[in-house]
């Protein structure tokens, strides 16, 4: 998602939003580590999904 698109949503959306997120983040690093991950790169587009959403979060505390 995009930084824009993540900005419309409410606080509450964002939250389970970032839950999603960690947890397929869990699981691909599980995939990675018994071999059956195809796509790496997925890691690293995870990981920046969830530092744009915990940006918009602390964004919107203040």
């Not at 997120?21 to 587009?45: D, I, M, P």
């Amino acid at each position: 998602m995009k930084a824009k698109e993540l900005r419309n949503l409410t606080d509450s959306e964002l939250r389970s939003k970032l839950a999603e997120l960690v947890e397929s983040h869990f699981n691909l690093r599980f995939q990675q580590k018994t071999g059956q991950l195809e796509k790496t790169s997925r890691l690293s587009q995870i990981r920046r999904e969830i530092a744009r959403v915990k940006t918009i979060q602390r964004e919107k505390m203040n």
